[in-house]
């Protein structure tokens, strides 16, 4: 299983660009990264997914460099209800136990 | 479209009931997940479903907790004699397969207070 390690938590200001990576050192061939987000009292939402390279929505940004041991999730501008705690998943399918949540990082974002 | 829906939002039960989760996941999706979540805390892995079956059944914590899923969708977590220790949000979530990296849909989970 590929172990991901992102930092416990992070502040911003409204307006803000903000950058939250996570490493994967051992990601395997196959494997994709995936990010959620949740709010308090609420399951985690499906935010992005990347294999390489750089992929774009219209919430975010996943930039996967060429060795694919880290990658960054960039929210722009970032308002005061991107507060919540994100969570970076390296797997290459769905399988139960190969779909594990790490701590996540809890981003604060301050007026 | 409907999203995966839990019920009961919020359950408070006496140490050794008998409790019973439900979830109703997006319609066509085969996958299924529970995940246990308690305050402060990551999301800790229970069982998968894929169609009505159960591959994997080594997350869960012990014997009291059991799992079900019919029709390929409502899905019941049981948790036998419940402990203190069982206090926590389940959250359910589905997807389209378990084949392929598809987004996982979550409910907002039901909050299990043990007192």
């Known amino acids: 299983l590929a172990k991901t390690t992102q930092p416990i938590s992070m502040d911003s200001y409204e307006g803000q660009e903000v950058n939250i990576t996570c490493s994967h050192n051992?990601?395997?061939?196959?494997?994709?990264i995936t990010w959620y987000q949740q709010f308090p009292s609420q399951g985690p939402r499906f935010i992005i997914q990347?294999?390489?390279t750089k992929v774009t929505n219209e919430v975010a940004s996943l930039f996967i460099p060429a060795d694919r041991k880290s990658s960054t999730l960039s929210l722009p501008r970032v308002s005061l209800s991107d507060t919540a705690v994100y969570y970076c998943?390296?797997?290459?399918?769905?399988?139960?136990?190969?779909?594990?949540f790490g701590p996540g990082t809890r981003l604060s974002v301050l007026p | 479209g409907a999203g995966v829906s839990q019920s009961p939002s919020n359950k408070v039960t006496e140490k050794g009931k008998d409790v019973e989760l439900r979830c109703d996941p997006i319609?066509?999706?085969?996958?299924l997940y529970w995940y246990r979540q308690r305050l402060g805390q990551g999301l800790e892995f229970l069982i998968y479903?894929?169609?009505?079956?159960?591959?994997?059944k080594s997350g869960l914590p012990s014997d009291r907790f059991s799992a079900e899923r019919t029709g390929e969708s409502v899905s019941t977590l049981t948790i036998q004699r419940t402990q203190q220790e069982d206090s926590a949000v389940y959250l359910c979530?589905?997807?389209?397969?378990?084949?392929?990296?598809?987004?996982?849909?979550f409910g907002n989970g039901t909050r299990l207070t043990v007192t």
């Open positions: 479903f894929q169609g009505n079956s159960a591959p994997d």
């Open positions: 051992n990601i395997a061939t196959n494997d994709y």
């Open positions: 319609s066509g999706h085969t996958a």
């Open positions: 979530a589905s997807s389209l397969t378990v084949r392929s990296v598809s987004p996982l849909h």
């Open positions: 990347g294999y390489k």
């Open positions: 998943l390296v797997a290459y399918d769905n399988y139960g136990q190969n779909f594990v």
